[in-house]
């Protein structure tokens, strides 16, 4: 089936640690996107990636860090820079960025301890 | 960036009421979208909308892109429909602004 798939569903990491998240998508899709969301709250954007090997720092990229190696893949680094890093982050990716609908995977649900 | 304005933020409805939830975007967008974010977390697609109107079922939804504002109707709504609604849209390529969303609530 095509789709979205994020790894792992849930992880917990101590303070200092720097932890990468997974996306990968089977749908052919030129664009990846990164968002985070706190409770009750909506999603911003991290990181977002129009093509390979090309990404753009979103409304609160300090902290993180992506890479766009290959078009099915756009993993997310949380590094010990972040200062609040617990949340829900969700990827999503579109046919081409800018002009076309967003799909999201489940998302992962990172906690500090 | 933008701003998005979705109103009401919160709503409680008795089954088989209807609904409309608005979406204001402070200046033009592109690709607006309708999700609804299951209990799960999970972002459901619901509409993608930039002009017009569309219908899926119980739900429609309409975009005045002239205007800048969207909305969306939930009719006989079902407690199935609970859950958080959100809208977002872009204006330049890839950079999507979402809006802090409406929790529904439908009780039997």
């Known amino acids: 089936d095509g789709g979205i798939t994020q790894s792992p569903k849930y992880l917990f990491r101590k303070e200092g640690q720097n932890v990468t998240l997974s996306c990968e998508q089977n749908l052919n899709h030129d664009a990846m996107y990164w968002y985070r969301q706190d409770p009750g709250q909506g999603l911003r954007l991290i990181y977002y990636s129009q093509i390979v090997n090309d990404f753009q720092k979103g409304d609160i990229a300090e902290g993180y860090s992506v890479s766009r190696e290959k078009k099915e893949s756009f993993p997310l680094t949380v590094t010990s820079a972040q200062k609040n890093p617990t949340a829900f982050y969700l990827c999503a990716s579109s046919i081409q960025g800018g002009y076309n609908e967003q799909f999201f995977g489940p998302g992962t649900r990172l906690t500090v301890l | 960036g933008i701003q998005v304005e979705q109103s009401p933020p919160d709503l409680i409805l008795q089954e088989g009421a209807n609904s409309t939830l608005r979406c204001n975007f402070s200046?033009?967008?592109?690709?607006l979208q309708w999700f609804h974010q299951n209990p799960w977390g999970q972002l459901i697609n619901l509409f993608y909308i930039p002009s017009g109107t569309k219908q899926n079922g119980r739900l429609s939804a309409t975009t005045v892109a002239t205007e800048r504002y969207s909305l969306l109707y939930i009719s006989s709504s079902q407690t199935t429909d609970s859950g958080v609604y959100f809208c977002a849209g872009d204006t330049n390529a890839g950079k999507s602004t979402f809006g802090d969303g409406t929790t529904l609530t439908v009780k039997p």
């Open positions: 200046d033009s967008v592109n690709n």
